[in-house]
């Protein structure tokens, strides 16, 4: 019989699994965030390619059939144009979108970032779930040090979850930007206030846990929060929920001028 010289060291392979376990949720988280934006391109890729190859067949068509007059040409040329601008807004928006773990810092402006990420759904919260979204973006903010892509990201999770708690109803969300004033901590502010269903008590306490989520399977992973607390974080910022006093609930994040 073979007898152990010494016990396994049971602390060491203890944080082995722990390791493990943290990095594939990382793996997990950065996934989550990828399956976020990606969902959000190519929804709203979808309506101006469609229009892209609508006005094509269209143009095939009434050429074949002799019907074209020069100014139909130019107008359909023109649909076509604007509708590549937008999908090249919307690619232009996911630019250096980085899955990495370290932020990628640079000097940027708080109100270009709300704006990507506003670009990524406002096509599909006005057609498909006839939500209003009001923007009050205080102009000539000073400039941020921050990760674009990842406080894009926050905005984005803030704005896809305003959108699920509205629901079927029509809905409003206002989006504001602002310069903190008289804060040693933190500069500037963005909220995103929805007029939805609002957070029951239960779910206040564990908004930001991952995998936390009311959603049904297969419509949340409950990862949203956490990741933009995480992002929120590494930011030295602050990301918090209150519920409105009339109805909904208003998300508020707050940034140091610089990381
Ligand atoms: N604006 C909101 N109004 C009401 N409840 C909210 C709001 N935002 C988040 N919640 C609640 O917090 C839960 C966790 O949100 P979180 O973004 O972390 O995950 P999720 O949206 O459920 O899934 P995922 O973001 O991974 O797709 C949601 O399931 C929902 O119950
Ligand atoms: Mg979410």
Redesign the pocket.
Known sequence: MQTMAYPPDVSSMRIDSVQRFNDALSHTQRM?GI??ITASVAHELNTPISIIIATCSNMKYEIEDNNLSAEQLLRYIGMIEQSAWRSARITESLRNYSTDGALETAVTDLNPIIEDALQLVQQQFQGEFNIRVETDLQPKLKSIICDHNRIMQVAL??L???R??IGAGDGVIRVRTWAIEDDDQFAFGFS?C?N?????DE?MA?????F????PSG??????????RQIIEQHNGEIT?VNNPDK????TVKLPAMV
Request: no cysteine; proline share 0%; aromatic share 8%.
């Open positions: 989550a399956g976020t999770n803030l896809i979850n305003a699920d708690a995103v929805d939805g269903s609002g957070i029951s779910s564990q908004l930001f846990n991952a936390y989520t009311t959603k419509h949340g992973t409950g990862l949203g929060l956490s990741i933009s929920a909904g609930a208003t998300f």
